[in-house]
């Protein structure tokens, strides 16, 4: 029994570092103005903060149109919420779909109504 002990606590001690080293890695959204977005943050993790002004549902997604400073951008959530004139916080990565600028949100938060 003591034979075993020893080295099921090395690999737990081994796990726990590998789990500490991924969980630093995992992708920390950096916030970023919608008019600042360029090339360079494409499949990135982002921050991004507007006004909702138009919305349309489906039945799986829901499609925001966010501006701030004059400047727009797409949101898509697998929500059923609203937003509309609303100031959000959408966290998400960044695509590029038909050609278009999106940000697939992860999360949204409402920062004023």
Do not use: W
């Amino acid at each position: 029994m003591k034979s075993s002990l020893k080295p099921a606590l090395i690999i737990s001690v081994i796990g726990i570092f590998l789990l500490f080293f991924i969980s630093n890695k995992a992708s920390t959204p950096v916030a970023v103005e919608i008019n600042n977005i360029s090339a360079q943050h494409i499949n990135k993790t982002l921050s991004i903060r507007g006004i909702v002004f138009s919305e349309k549902h489906n039945k799986e997604t829901s499609t925001f149109l966010v501006s701030e400073n004059n400047k727009t951008l797409e949101i898509i959530c697998f929500c059923q919420h609203t937003y509309i004139n609303r100031t959000i916080t959408a966290i998400g990565n960044l695509e590029v779909y038909n050609n278009k600028t999106r940000l697939v949100a992860e999360k949204i938060d409402i920062i004023k109504n």
